[in-house]
């Protein structure tokens, strides 16, 4: 596992989406015939990320004309065009910004669907006909989860319906009038193993609130408890932190990363 910490959350994003935009450009130097995978969270800690991906596409530094994209989830019953929504969302906060995004390429799961079993399984057969996801970026919640995959969910899961944990509905009542029972109760979401099958994997974590979770991701024991810890057996996990969010590391750790990565903080 790689562990880059930067000094803030502007520059976290700035370095996660300079990783992302690489990544795109040189694949489509080398093999522009096939489209580049992205799999994209949700969340505050993305915006910014989204931002600087945006500024690089209006500016004509990175095209995104060959990438499909994969969301990690939706919210089980709401429609697209509730402010709430992923769709919404990502619409609002990435995709109409893009100057060369074909809708046809976006894929997000539908919370509106009367038939979540029957989505779920279409969306993992359509990420396989692509030959799987070349890089998946996420987001986790304070207690760990990896899109919507709380505590205690398999290690080796797929998409599929999820119930939302009374802690995560507190959380993210702050989007919903900061009252938990308007947070939908369950969510569509891509499984842990659905994740982690990606060829690379480029975690956000920011933030004081979020320091347990990074402790648990990066010297925790790989437990079910805490679903991102099943990031340490990924080959080609990234994770992306500020300062802050580093309260929780044991001082031996934290240095080991600063030093293995000084030529990237120069
Ligand atoms: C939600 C989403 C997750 C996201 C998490 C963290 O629960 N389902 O995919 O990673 O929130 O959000 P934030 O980045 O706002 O802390």
Request: charged share 25%.
């Amino acid at each position: 596992m790689r562990v880059v910490i930067q000094d803030n959350y502007d520059k976290m994003c700035q370095w996660a989406a300079n990783y992302i935009a690489d990544k795109i450009c040189k694949h489509n130097e080398e093999e522009s015939s096939r489209p580049f995978i992205l799999g994209l969270p949700t969340g505050s800690s993305p915006i910014g990320v989204y931002k600087e991906l945006i500024k690089k596409n209006k500016a004509g530094e990175l095209s995104f004309a060959n990438v499909v994209t994969f969301n990690m989830d939706e919210y089980l019953g709401l429609p697209h065009e509730h402010d709430q929504s992923y769709w919404y969302f990502m619409h609002d906060n990435f995709f109409n910004h893009l100057v060369d995004m074909k809708p046809e390429n976006i894929n997000i799961l539908n919370g509106m669907t009367d038939d979540p079993e029957a989505e779920c399984a279409a969306y993992e057969e359509k990420i396989e006909s692509y030959g799987g996801i070349d890089l998946f970026m996420g987001g986790i919640g304070v207690d760990g989860h990896l899109a919507f995959n709380e505590p205690f969910t398999s290690l080796t899961s797929r998409t599929g319906l999820r119930d939302l944990t009374t802690d995560t509905r507190i959380v993210n009542s702050r989007f919903f009038d900061n009252d938990p029972n308007k947070v939908p109760a369950q969510a569509l979401s891509v499984g842990i193993g659905t994740v982690t099958d990606s060829k690379e994997v480029l975690v956000l974590i920011s933030g004081h609130n979020k320091a347990r979770a990074l402790a648990a991701t990066v010297e925790g024991n790989v437990s079910h408890k805490w679903t991102c810890s099943a990031l340490q057996m990924h080959n080609g996990a990234i994770i992306a932190c500020d300062e802050e969010a580093c309260g929780e590391l044991t001082v031996d750790t934290y240095k080991y990363f600063l030093d293995i990565e000084k030529k990237e903080r120069l």
